[in-house]
Every structure is written in structure tokens, then in C-alpha cells.
């Protein structure tokens, strides 16, 4: 086989190898980004259904308030 074919091979080769490990790191990066942004959201959400029940506690807080002032 000629050099030329033999060095364009081990070429390409290499920049299929270069290009898959590329594509897999970019991957897993991406995939643990979106695992951190799913963490973020859902602690979110959190504070936003503890917010929605504290605001309902203290309806009927005032209530009583009124209640006992009337």
C-alpha cells in the first residue's frame, strides 16, 4: 500500500476517534448541566408551594385577628 494511503488512514482515523470523543464529553457535559438546572427547579418550586400555603396560613390568621377584634 502506498505511504500516502497508509497516513491519510491513520488520518482519518484519528480524527473520527478526536470527533467521537468529542461528542461524548459534550454529552455527559450536557447531561449533567440539565441535572443541575432540574435541581434548581425543583427547589423552586419547592419555595413556590411552602409560599402558596404560607399565604393561605395567613388569610386565616387575619381572619382570626379580625375575628377576635370584632
Known amino acids: 500500500?502506498?505511504?500516502?494511503?497508509?497516513?491519510?488512514?491513520?488520518?482519518?482515523?484519528?480524527?473520527?476517534?478526536g470527533?467521537?470523543?468529542?461528542?461524548?464529553i459534550s454529552s455527559k457535559?450536557?447531561?449533567?448541566?440539565l441535572e443541575q438546572l432540574e435541581k434548581k427547579v425543583d427547589k423552586h418550586n419547592t419555595i413556590i408551594e411552602r409560599t402558596f400555603v404560607l399565604e393561605g396560613?395567613?388569610?386565616?390568621?387575619?381572619q382570626?385577628?379580625?375575628?377576635l377584634k370584632g
Open 19 to 24: 470527533s467521537l470523543c468529542g461528542i461524548i
Open 1 to 17: 500500500m502506498p505511504e500516502g494511503i497508509v497516513i491519510a488512514l491513520i488520518t482519518l482515523g484519528g480524527s473520527g476517534i
Open 29 to 33: 457535559l450536557t447531561t449533567y448541566r
Open 64 to 67: 382570626e385577628i379580625e375575628d
Open 57 to 62: 396560613d395567613m388569610k386565616l390568621v387575619k
